[in-house]
């Protein structure tokens, strides 16, 4: 998840920092330097400097869509946005999950990582597979801005059953009932049934999050999408989310016990393009 590294990351930025002292340099060397990024909102969205600007680009206009989904060219929540900005929280590109970035160079405090190699620069496809930006992208949002701003609905920690947001309590529903930890096995009536052993409760809810939104936006539906997340998410369309998963629905629906709330969720899909601005990549100078 977005700031927890792991190991082999650890290693490998000792080994650079190692290798950078040694030679008597104090830069790191251009492979694991930030050298780009794109300023969404305020949201910094950084990359190394063999990653293709089209990528940035990409991730770009998907963390804008999600943060202005009428795309006015004003956030929808305001609140939401001034927690990312708070907490420091930022996208990081680089080639892929096995290449290292100076530590020194992280200019945020909280991090999600997203791979060149699992951006799809036309969105998701059958041919191309699920274009993962719109995961990482809403992971930073979710979790750096929603969880703060709005701890009662979107916080994700919980202290046993009904003790936690009105989100971590329609998730104890969807998984079968509340653990803190991963189960053996799920109960047959749970729908969301995530088995990574390294995924804590908090993580968990952030990934309900994503799979709640974006199968209520649609972004799940594409011809054999279902059968390659059929053990963590059993839920596989709009339609089948509204009926199944009827809590979480109303909390991203804003109806019922939810309706007139202050927060904004994104209502539409993220496409190609943010129709206020044409991104462009900028370089980020050496200190």
């Known amino acids: 998840?977005?700031?927890?590294?792991?190991?082999?990351?650890?290693?490998?930025?000792?080994?650079?920092?190692?290798?950078?002292?040694?030679?008597?340099?104090?830069?790191?060397?251009?492979?694991?330097?930030?050298?780009?990024?794109?300023?969404?909102?305020?949201?910094?969205?950084?990359?190394?400097?063999?990653?293709?600007?089209?990528?940035?680009?990409?991730?770009?206009?998907?963390?804008?869509?999600?943060?202005?989904?009428?795309?006015?060219?004003?956030?929808?929540?305001?609140?939401?946005?001034?927690?990312?900005?708070?907490?420091?929280?930022?996208?990081?590109?680089?080639?892929?999950?096995?290449?290292?970035v100076f530590p020194a160079n992280i200019p945020c405090k909280y991090y999600q990582d997203l791979y060149e190699t699992e951006i799809k620069v036309n969105g998701s496809s059958v041919s191309e597979g699920f274009d993962a930006t719109l995961e990482e992208v809403l992971h930073l949002i979710s979790h750096h801005g929603y969880a703060y701003a709005y701890p009662e609905i979107f916080g994700m920690v919980s202290y046993g059953e009904n003790s936690g947001s009105a989100m971590t309590n329609a998730m104890d529903t969807a998984r079968g009932g509340f653990t803190n930890s991963i189960p053996d096995s799920y109960p047959s009536g749970a729908w969301y049934t995530y088995t990574d052993e390294s995924c804590n409760y908090v993580c968990q809810a952030s990934e309900y999050f994503y799979w709640a939104l974006t199968t209520k936006l649609g972004l799940q539906e594409y011809s054999g999408r279902a059968d390659e997340f059929a053990e963590e998410w059993r839920v596989t369309s709009s339609s089948d989310f509204a009926s199944t998963d009827t809590e979480m629905n109303a909390i991203l629906s804003k109806s019922g016990a939810y309706s007139g709330l202050s927060y904004d969720i994104p209502d539409a899909s993220p496409d190609t393009s943010y129709t206020p601005t044409n991104f462009t990549v900028e370089a980020v100078g050496r200190p």
């Open 1 to 100: 998840m977005s700031n927890i590294l792991s190991m082999g990351k650890i290693i490998g930025f000792i080994v650079l920092a190692l290798f950078v002292f040694s030679c008597g340099k104090g830069i790191a060397p251009d492979e694991t330097y930030l050298s780009k990024r794109i300023m969404v909102f305020g949201v910094g969205i950084y990359a190394t400097e063999s990653v293709a600007d089209d990528k940035i680009i990409r991730a770009a206009n998907v963390m804008a869509q999600y943060l202005d989904s009428d795309e006015n060219g004003t956030v929808d929540d305001a609140k939401v946005l001034s927690k990312l900005i708070e907490n420091k929280a930022c996208i990081l590109i680089t080639p892929n999950e096995d290449s290292p």
